[in-house]
């Protein structure tokens, strides 16, 4: 970026933290500096509760003001929440009928089992109704990272899988999500509108924003965002995240620094 970005946005499965996984301290403390200098999003394909588990529980003695700066976007941009008044309070979603959820929920599961890619042995249920997005993990919501690891190392199966039930669902929008997951929402609703709905919201533009994320390759979740123009960082997990931000703060902070500085010399000149 020419300039530093106003608005840092993040996957978060693989990106701030493992799968399914609470953040890493390290992050955690990363996450609460970056919100004391400039608004952060998170868009992910997990719930709300996911969001909780794995993020907002882990900010240790963050204030009301830097809650106030954490926008959080779960089942991929259909939802949308903000902090106020000591509560997340959800701005808007976009829930699926129960026509819709019933459609997707049977070709889902009709598509994997005549896959083979219906597993008997799992962590958790399959099939997840999100309200505003139905999704598929082939080894339950609970599966340890390891096992989703070896179940699809290459994402072979979820791509096959996703092009499969697209093909029974055209009225709906079906994605590669986690590592074993494909996720389903009304259609053209991905990543790239939950940033595009952030930018009218907040009045933040999208050139003013950074995306950091672990799946903007051709076939990820994240690539609709690389796709709509932000500006993208690509990371391998949460390490390579942690290792960018304690670059990208301190030039954040030293850019607050200078503009509260200009600030009082200007307040100072015309007094």
């Known amino acids: 970026m020419t300039t530093l970005p106003r608005l840092v946005a993040f996957d978060l499965d693989d ?49 009301e003001d830097i809650l106030s700066r954490l926008h959080l976007m779960p089942t991929c ?7 106020a008044d000591g509560a997340w309070n959800q701005i808007y979603a976009e829930y699926l009928t129960d026509a819709e959820k019933t459609d997707a929920l049977n070709a889902v599961e009709i598509s994997a ?12 249920p399959i099939l997840e109704d999100r309200g505003s997005q139905i999704t598929f993990s082939a080894l339950g919501q609970a599966a340890p990272v390891a096992a989703k690891t070896a179940w699809d190392p290459t994402g072979v199966k979820k791509n096959t899988l996703r092009e499969a039930v697209q093909a029974l669902l055209p009225e709906l929008e079906v994605r590669s999500g986690g590592s074993t997951s494909v996720d389903i929402t009304r259609r053209g609703i991905d990543k790239a509108y939950g940033m595009n709905k952030l930018a009218a919201l907040t009045g933040v533009p999208l050139d003013d924003m950074l995306f950091v994320g672990d799946r903007l390759d051709e076939n990820g979740n994240d690539y609709p965002v690389k ?13 390579d995240t942690a290792a960018f931000l304690e670059t990208l703060i301190p030039q954040l902070e030293a850019a607050a620094a200078a503009a509260a500085a200009a600030a009082s010399a200007a307040a100072t000149a015309s007094a």
């Open 77 to 83: 941009g259909t939802q949308y929440y903000r902090h």
């Open 15 to 63: 990106t701030l933290a493992a799968s399914k996984s609470p953040l890493d301290p390290r992050m955690a403390e990363l996450m609460v500096n970056l919100l004391g200098v400039v608004d952060v999003c998170v868009i992910s394909g997990g719930q709300i509760a996911q969001f909780h588990m794995q993020l907002i529980d882990n900010l240790d003695t963050v204030s």
């Open 113 to 124: 089992r005549s896959l083979g890619y219906w597993e008997s042995d799992t962590w958790g």
């Open 227 to 239: 796709v709509l123009g932000v500006e993208c960082v690509a990371v391998q997990g949460w390490e």
